[in-house]
Nanobody, 121 residues
């Protein structure tokens, strides 16, 4: 199995920055795409950013130019640098990975437990 653990959430003032980190562990055979999603109260979970194993990135329009996703394939980690944060960025942020456990040929979609990000003065 594969586990994802996020860290780095918290309370920040508008205009501030936070960096989220996610580490994958367990019996990992391979990881393809990794990404970050978020869910605000009363809203559906939405894509924030994704990154392929080769480093190609994709961002939601609402975060382009403010957020940067990066990953370390050797360490099985993915980070999200969030700058110029706005109150509307407040949500629970979830790490996501398409991973294949060792000795299994199928890729599965894994989620972390989520980390709260609150942007407020």
């Amino acid at each position: 199995q594969v586990q994802l653990v996020e860290s780095g959430g918290g309370l920040v003032q508008p205009g501030g920055s936070l960096r989220l980190s996610c580490a994958a562990s367990g019996t990992i055979g391979s990881i393809n795409d990794m990404g970050w999603y978020r869910q605000a109260p009363g809203k559906e979970r939405e894509l924030v950013a994704t990154i392929t194993r080769g480093g190609s990135t994709n961002y939601a329009d609402s975060v382009k130019g403010r957020f940067t996703i990066s990953r370390d394939n050797a360490k099985n980690t993915v980070d999200l640098q969030m700058n110029s944060l706005k109150p509307e960025d407040t949500a629970v942020y979830y790490c996501n990975a398409a991973a294949r456990p060792t000795y299994i040929r199928t890729y599965f979609n894994y989620w972390g437990q989520g980390t709260q990000v609150t942007v407020s003065s």
